[in-house]
């Protein structure tokens, strides 16, 4: 008897359009439990539904979001997953942006990167250890990312992918003007990176860690905290160092 998990924590038309694969998964596997995880707005829905053995609803505290990943797995080889599993620690980028005035403090662990927020394009300068080693960067920005991040968004502009165990970081220019040949530098995790707007009136940008954007950015201080530890486990089976590493193969 197969058990299938779904997850569908948007809204309400999105879990319409998903009916019809419901439908093809029972009529394949007419013994099997189907089950659903679902946000508030499709919860009412999802019980009066005959399409679902069981209903949960996705909570919106982190805690209960981890009581309830192990309620749906079993307790015993969610332990046994754990023991088997492999580690790695990541730390993330501690960033400081000086903005009208203010002082505001986020983490980033993919990436910090800075966006112009006109149509006109940025001017950016950029300091590494106490030299600036970019004097005008015009662009649509700039951003630094740590090696989890180098895959993403890092890589879609033209940076390096940096394996997971480097201690390195990446400094990866956004659509470059000038300098138009510039694709970038890696520089040790060790730095600390410094990158001012040059014409904050006219030309403003904003500072994003990750998901957390700051506006008016004027000044932009980057490190490696060392204090922060986020402790990723992942399945041997999986090869998290393998992927990242074929994702520097792919053409």
Request: proline residues 4%; charged residues 25%; contains cysteine.
């Amino acid at each position: 008897m197969k058990e299938i998990l779904i997850f569908r924590t948007d809204r309400i038309g999105d879990l319409l359009l998903y009916l019809p694969l419901i439908n093809c998964l029972k009529r394949n596997y007419p013994s099997s439990i189907i089950s659903i995880v679902c946000s508030e707005k499709n919860y009412s829905y999802t019980r009066d539904l005959q399409l679902f053995n069981k209903a949960y609803l996705y909570p919106k505290s982190f805690i209960q979001k981890i009581i309830l990943f192990i309620k749906l797995f079993s307790k015993k080889d969610l332990i046994k997953k754990i023991k088997r599993s492999n580690e790695i620690i990541l730390n993330p980028l501690e960033v400081t942006v000086q903005s009208s005035g203010k002082i505001k403090k986020n983490v980033a662990i993919n990436e910090v990167s800075i966006f112009r927020q006109s149509k006109q394009t940025a001017k950016l300068q950029i300091s590494v250890d106490g030299k600036v080693r970019v004097k005008e960067l015009v662009g649509d920005g700039a951003l630094v990312a740590t090696p989890a991040g180098s895959t993403a968004y890092n890589f879609s502009v033209g940076g390096r992918i940096l394996n997971l165990e480097s201690p390195r970081l990446a400094i990866t220019p956004i659509s470059p003007f000038r300098p138009r040949g510039w694709r970038g530098g890696i520089v040790s995790n060790k730095s600390k990176i410094i990158i001012k707007n040059l014409d904050k009136k006219k030309r403003p940008v904003s500072a994003v860690s990750d998901n957390t954007e700051i506006r008016n950015a004027h000044i932009i201080k980057i490190s490696i905290n060392t204090k922060i530890q986020f402790r990723l486990l992942y399945n041997k089976k999986s090869g998290l160092v393998e992927r990242n590493i074929a994702e520097q193969f792919k053409f």
